[in-house]
């Protein structure tokens, strides 16, 4: 049994934390996001000409760079943590570091989320 125990241990510890992580950026491309249009926008110059350009196309990958950007800003305080620890595995606590930038970064798409609808 301590192998399943070690196995249910590693999956909450590690991959549940990434699992809530990539959901929480995922939630940061929505169009709700006040970054939406300017990503968009920038969007627009590079895809321009390309089969990317297409309106269902072009709105998912505006949301998925936002997303991404939104991973990769985020995971910049964890791998300072790592580095400053000389860690060279992610742990649990960098991981929630990690979940936290992200959470941050995603504040403000998730306030216009939860925020009533005004008329």
Excluded: N
Excluded at 52 to 67: G, K, N, Q, R
Aim: hydrophobic share 55%; no cysteine.
């Amino acid at each position: 049994m301590d192998g399943v125990e070690s196995f249910r241990e590693r999956f909450l510890k590690r991959h549940l934390l990434v699992a809530v992580t990539l959901g929480v950026a995922y939630a940061a491309g929505l169009d709700v996001s006040p970054a939406f249009d300017a990503v968009s926008f920038y969007l627009a110059s590079f895809a321009r000409g390309t089969r990317f350009f297409h309106p269902e196309v072009f709105y998912h990958l505006t949301s998925l760079a936002i997303s991404v950007m939104t991973l990769l800003l985020a995971g910049v305080p964890a791998a300072l943590y790592e580095r400053a620890r000389g860690l060279q595995q992610s742990t649990p606590a960098s991981l929630l570091i990690w979940l936290a930038a992200t959470l941050l970064l995603t504040l403000p798409v998730l306030l216009r989320l939860l925020a009533p609808m005004e008329e």
